[in-house]
């Protein structure tokens, strides 16, 4: 079974400062998604990442993916208020008809 | 463009009823996902359309769950005799092709579903 684990699961920072979501899965996949989600709101797609090495940038956040250790980590820099959000990894295997398992999500505040 | 649309916004229901969601996705989209988003169990898997082949339905947590898709455009998720933990926010997504090959998954906004 897939498992998807974020941490931190609750990240409160100030503006200006840098910090890294990081997201762990159980089973070989070079597949990974990251979303975004407003409260209230749906799921926003930020990143997707195919292959080992992956990175790719959007702004003030960046996003990597290492399959063999299978870790993708979201990076902030020098955040801003606008960037508070839930940020969800997701994970899909080849021949499962590529449904998303996600992580449980990391609710990030970040204040003036 | 018109992005995913999902129906009702918000739906209040009594324990033992039976509720119908529905959810238009991109004109043109052939795969169509519902997930179901809880306090306690996160984002999970449902149901996976893709064209005119058999639905993948490993995801539904009960037959009390039923879904179809119509034409391979509008789909329709049913929750027969509503339970409390059935209340969650369900949402639909869809993506151009069958899914593969690192495709986006572009959500709807949900609906809310509250079972009293």
């Known amino acids: 079974e897939l498992k998807v684990e974020q941490n931190p699961l609750f990240l409160s920072m100030q503006e200006g400062k840098n910090y890294t979501i990081y997201c762990n899965y159980s089973?070989?996949?070079?597949?990974l998604y990251w979303y975004r989600q407003d409260p209230g709101k749906s799921l926003e797609s930020l990143f997707v990442?195919?292959?080992?090495?992956a990175v790719k940038q959007e702004g003030r956040l960046m996003a990597s993916l290492d399959t063999k250790a299978r870790l993708s980590t979201l990076h902030i820099t020098a955040a801003v208020h606008d960037l508070s959000a839930t940020y969800f990894c997701?994970?899909?295997?080849?021949?499962?008809?590529?449904?998303?398992?996600f992580g449980k999500g990391t609710l990030l505040t970040v204040n003036p | 463009g018109a992005g995913v649309s999902q129906s009702p916004s918000n739906k209040v229901t009594e324990k033992g009823k039976d509720v119908e969601l529905r959810c238009d996705p991109i004109?043109?989209?052939?795969?169509l996902y519902w997930y179901r988003q809880s306090l306690g169990q996160g984002l999970e898997f449902l149901i996976y359309?893709?064209?005119?082949?058999?639905?993948?339905k490993s995801g539904l947590p009960s037959d009390r769950f039923s879904a179809e898709r119509t034409g391979g455009s509008v789909s329709t998720l049913t929750i027969q005799r509503t339970q409390q933990e059935d209340s969650a926010v369900y949402l639909c997504?869809?993506?151009?092709?069958?899914?593969?090959?690192?495709?986006?998954?572009?959500f709807g906004p949900g609906t809310r579903l509250l079972v009293l």
């Open positions: 004109s043109g989209h052939t795969a």
């Open positions: 990442l195919l292959s080992n090495g």
């Open positions: 997504a869809s993506t151009p092709t069958r899914g593969g090959l690192g495709e986006t998954q572009y």
């Open positions: 089973t070989t996949s070079d597949r």
């Open positions: 359309f893709q064209g005119n082949s058999a639905p993948d």
């Open positions: 997701a994970v899909d295997l080849r021949g499962s008809n590529y449904k998303l398992t």
